[in-house]
């Protein structure tokens, strides 16, 4: 896992609380790997990711230090 510094200037600096980020290339879910899926499965994977962004949606903003 590494930190992209485009993220913000915390994840630049690596300081307390900073998110890590998952490279695209390190990633399982690469095109030639989904493309051998199902489309059950891509389903299930899209409903997963879908649902989960939503939960982040809902969660209340951190405190500004």
Do not use: K, N
Not at 2 to 31: C, K, Q, Y
Not at 56 to 61: G, H, K, M, Q, V
């Amino acid at each position: 896992m590494t930190l992209r510094p485009e993220m913000g200037s915390e994840a630049g600096r690596g300081e307390a609380g900073a998110l890590p980020s998952v490279d695209i290339a390190d990633s399982p879910l690469t095109a030639d790997r989904v493309g051998r899926l199902s489309p059950a499965a891509r389903h299930r994977i899209a409903a997963f990711v879908h649902t989960t962004l939503a939960d982040l949606d809902e969660l209340p903003e951190p405190p500004s230090r």
